[in-house]
T-cell receptor, first 113, second 108 residues
Framework: AAGVIQSPRHLIKEKRETATLKCYPI?????VYWYQQGPGQDPQFLIS???????DKGSIPDRFSAQQFSDYHSELNMSSLELGDSALYFC????????????FGPGTRLTVT | RKEVEQDPGPFNVPEGATVAFNCTYS??????FFWYRQDCRKEPKLLMS???SGNEDGRFTAQLNRASQYISLLIRDSKLSDSATYLC?????????FGTGTRLQVFP
């Protein structure tokens, strides 16, 4: 069965650079979520989109923005990168809102040097 | 205090053992409950949803006690492949709130 696709899988950036992470949800899933998982920590919710509209917002820095496109894929844009942004970034998708079962992609490992 | 609390373990058990994990949550308005498993440096994978009536999927049984705000996971006949971190997850509206996870190591 098709799963959530994320690209790139690994990304190395320098401080103050920008990064764009992409997420392609499971076909027919209309809701996308972004999570950040730092080393040794549990995943933290950043932001979600339902039917191309922002649905909920968590601990997402102002330097980050995201959107969901007409084909339901989503992009997380990260600017003025800091060393502390180094983490695994997971995208998840679900059919419907309000935490119907969420399925996670393999993640993008971002390293900021 | 974290919104979802779990014993971090590790739980080291032999193959074939039965092991139980517990979890408590603080937000009584929480709506949905799940167990995920996560292998090292991989994505969380949905193991099962948890309902008040309890639910079972093969060797795995999950229970929810809303009054006590308590969730449990029982694994019977442990396999080596069960070795992973088990994440107790509570959902409020869109977002999932993760516990810190309980590490399980099954040995031969």
């Amino acid at each position: 069965a098709a799963g959530v696709i994320q690209s790139p899988r690994h990304l190395i950036k320098e401080k103050r650079e920008t990064a764009t992470l992409k997420c392609y949800p499971i076909p027919r899933h209309d809701t996308v979520y972004w999570y950040q998982q730092g080393p040794g920590q549990d995943p933290q919710f950043l932001i979600s989109f339902y039917e191309k509209m922002q649905s909920d917002k968590g601990s997402i820095p102002d330097r980050f923005s995201a959107q969901q496109f007409s084909d339901y894929h989503s992009e997380l844009n990260m600017s003025s990168l800091e060393l502390g942004d180094s983490a695994l970034y997971f995208c998840a998708s679900s059919l419907g809102r309000e935490a119907y079962e969420q399925y996670f992609g393999p993640g993008t490992r971002l390293t900021v040097t | 205090r974290k919104e979802v609390e779990q014993d971090p373990g590790p739980f080291n058990v032999p193959e074939g053992a039965t092991v139980a994990f517990n979890c408590t949550y603080s937000n009584s308005a929480s709506q949905s409950f799940f167990w995920y498993r996560q292998d090292c440096r991989k994505e969380p994978k949905l193991l099962m949803s948890v309902y008040s009536s309890g639910n079972e999927d093969g060797r795995f049984t999950a229970q929810l006690n809303r009054a006590s705000q308590y969730i449990s996971l029982l694994i019977r006949d442990s396999k080596l492949s069960d070795s992973a971190t088990y994440l107790c997850v509570v959902a409020n509206t869109d977002k999932l709130i993760f516990g810190t996870g309980t590490r399980l190591q099954v040995f031969p």
